[in-house]
């Protein structure tokens, strides 16, 4: 019987021990993979494993469970029973593969807020965004959604809460939003940063900065313009504690200002919001980002977060002191950009609308939002 991936992901934020025979092309293993602080992930492409079955059944563990992954978890299916035949029982396969890697998401409890609110932050691990809901007295606001929307809406129904309010931080481009999709489905309004309107084809509200909202008449959200990853980038102040921060400021990194092509002209702006903006706020915040680089950045909760003042003092490009060099770092060698992510791009101003699977195929591939 397969594994799902809710199984799986289960398992890794809980620090279970993990096996996987990745079967795919060693390229695309290298490039985007499946971690995890105790996964073992031996990479044998499916032609090899083919021919040499009895090869590869020296290299398994006996002692733990196997997974097979391919891309879509067809080929995964052919593998396994590869090695069954060869008498190996404790193999099976990750059902739907990489693609049902890349869309599972994974809510967690992030705390308590004012009278008896909540805060949920919602990991989609084998992509690394992750997006927000805040509950209070019945109605919801929801954070950077991806296109997976059920997912929020299945939490906000089991809290027998309405969906309120859907905001989009900037225009992403490493990702298809679900923001505009959710608020349709469930009548909320549509909050968007407007500098970062390149020629959106439907409505929305304005983010506008010092804009206080309240979900449920009790927990407040507060809208605090901070540029630098895109002009319009905007964060989130929830309940005085926590601060959504985008993709301006992240556990281990800083946002990359060049998705646009305008890296020279937003960079000053990110050195600006992570220099001065963001250094004026209370210190003891909860930094909340939009998105994770690497599974150490989960914390033993299965949670990513970190105070403000920590980040100033662990978080290496936030003590960049010389501007020149600031400028250099995050204008100059970056890592490669996000796929299709132009693509991406008019898809969320709703200047394109491919089909589910031309979306999934949009998203393959790690994130790459960070310096």
Not at 55 to 81: M, W
Not at 146 to 151: A, K, L, P, Q
Not at 213 to 233: K, W
Not at 276 to 289: H, I, M, S, T
Request: proline letters at 4%; charged letters at 30%.
């Amino acid at each position: 019987m397969a594994i799902t991936v809710k199984e799986l992901a289960q398992k890794i934020l809980n620090h279970e021990r993990v096996f996987l025979l990745d079967i795919r092309k060693e390229e695309d293993h290298n490039d985007w993979s499946i971690e995890g602080r105790n996964v073992e992930s031996l990479n044998i492409p499916y032609k090899q494993l083919e021919n040499n079955v009895d090869d590869v059944k020296e290299k398994l563990p006996n002692d733990q469970e196997i997974y097979v992954v391919c891309a879509r978890g067809i080929s995964s299916q052919k593998a396994t029973q590869l090695i069954q035949d060869q008498g190996v029982e404790n193999v099976t396969y990750l059902e739907g593969g990489m693609t049902a890697w890349s869309e599972h998401l994974e809510p967690m409890k992030i705390g308590n807020l004012s009278n008896g609110g909540e805060l949920y932050q919602f990991i989609r691990i084998g992509k690394g965004c992750l997006s927000y809901m805040v509950l209070a007295n019945g109605e919801a606001a929801v954070i950077d959604p991806v296109r997976m929307t059920d997912t929020f809406k299945s939490l906000a129904d089991e809290k027998n809460a309405s969906i309120r309010y859907v905001f989009d931080s900037h225009l992403h481009a490493d990702h298809i939003s679900g923001g505009r999709s959710l608020a349709d489905e469930t009548g909320a309004d549509y909050y968007f940063p407007p500098k970062d309107d390149e020629g959106l084809t439907f409505g929305y509200q304005e983010l506008e900065d010092g804009t206080v909202l309240r979900v449920g008449d009790s927990v407040e959200i507060s809208v605090f313009y901070s540029p630098g990853h895109t002009i319009g980038s905007t964060s989130f102040i929830v309940d005085e504690k926590f601060l959504m921060t985008g993709d301006i400021l992240f556990i281990e990194s800083i946002g990359r200002p060049d998705l646009a092509g305008k890296a020279d002209d937003w960079v000053d702006d990110l050195r600006q919001t992570l220099y001065d903006r963001y250094e004026n706020l209370p210190d003891d915040l909860v930094v909340l980002p939009a998105h994770f680089g690497q599974m150490k950045e989960i914390n033993d909760d299965g949670t990513i977060q970190d105070r403000l003042s920590s980040l100033y003092q662990k978080n290496e490009r936030l003590q960049v002191e010389d501007e020149e060099e600031f400028n250099k770092l995050v204008t100059k060698n970056l890592p490669p950009q996000p796929n299709s992510h132009e693509e991406i791009r008019k898809t969320n101003m709703g200047q394109k609308n491919p089909d589910s699977d031309e979306r999934r195929e949009m998203e393959v591939g790690p994130n790459r939002c960070a310096v």
